[in-house]
C-alpha cells in the first residue's frame, strides 16, 4: 500500500500536465486598463510634458508557436500636452489631446505549463495625438500629430481557468514629441511613454 500511494501521485501529475497542455490556445484577446506617465522633455528652448492619465489597451495574439507570437494593439488614452519657453512662455500653452496607438510586436512567452506565464515583447507602430478642440498659435491652426512609434514590454500572465487569465505588465513608448504642425511648439525631442497595464486575457 505504500507503494502504491506515491505511484498514484505520480501518475495524477503526469496526466495534469499532459493535459494542461492540451489547453493550449492559438490565439487570444486582452481587455486592458492602463496608466499613462510621459517623461518631460526639452529642446529649441521648448519643455515639454504631459499630465499623468488612464486608458484602455485592446490586444490580439496569434501563436505561431507555444513560445512564439504576433501581437495586435489597439489604445486610447486622454492627455494634456503641456508647453512652457519659447514662444510659449509665461502662462505656457495646454493642449488636450485624444492619443490612439496602433501597432505590432513579436512576443517571447516563458513556463508555458506553468500558472504564471512570463512574456516579454517589442515592435513597432503609430502614435496619433489629436487635439480635442481647434487652437491656433500667431494665426496657424494646429493638427494632429501622427509619429512612429517603437514599443516594448514586460509582463506576467496568471492562469485563472482553462479560457481565461489575468495579464499584468509593463510597456515603454519612444517617440517623436508632438508639435500639432506647429514650428513654435516643435523640441525636436524623443519622448518616452511609461504604460503598467493589468486586464483579463481570453483564450480560444
Not at 72 to 96: D, H, I, K, P
Not at 106 to 132: K, N, Q
Not at 136 to 141: C, D, P, W, Y
Amino acid at each position: 500500500m505504500n507503494t502504491i500511494k506515491p505511484l498514484t501521485i505520480l501518475v495524477l501529475c503526469v496526466t495534469a500536465t499532459g493535459a494542461y497542455g492540451q489547453e493550449e490556445y492559438r490565439n487570444d484577446v486582452t481587455v486592458s486598463a492602463t496608466g499613462s506617465f510621459q517623461r518631460t522633455v526639452s529642446g529649441n528652448g521648448i519643455t515639454q510634458s504631459s499630465g499623468e492619465s488612464p486608458g484602455v489597451l485592446f490586444t490580439y495574439r496569434y501563436f505561431l508557436t507555444d513560445r512564439q507570437a504576433l501581437e495586435l494593439n489597439y489604445g486610447f488614452s486622454r492627455v494634456n500636452e503641456q508647453f512652457a519657453g519659447g514662444t510659449a512662455s509665461g502662462t505656457g500653452v495646454s493642449v488636450s489631446s485624444n492619443v490612439s496607438e496602433a501597432n505590432l510586436s513579436y512576443v517571447a512567452r516563458f513556463g508555458v505549463r506553468h500558472l504564471l506565464r512570463p512574456f516579454l515583447s517589442a515592435g513597432v507602430g503609430a502614435l496619433i495625438i489629436s487635439p480635442v478642440n481647434s487652437f491656433t498659435m500667431n494665426g496657424v491652426s494646429g493638427t494632429a500629430f501622427a509619429t512612429p512609434d517603437f514599443v516594448y514590454s514586460g509582463g506576467v500572465e496568471l492562469t485563472l481557468g482553462r479560457h481565461t487569465g489575468f495579464r499584468l505588465g509593463y510597456r515603454g513608448h519612444l517617440f517623436q514629441t508632438p508639435d500639432f504642425g506647429l514650428a513654435t511648439l516643435a523640441t525636436g525631442a524623443v519622448g518616452h511613454i511609461a504604460e503598467p497595464f493589468g486586464g483579463l486575457v481570453f483564450h480560444f
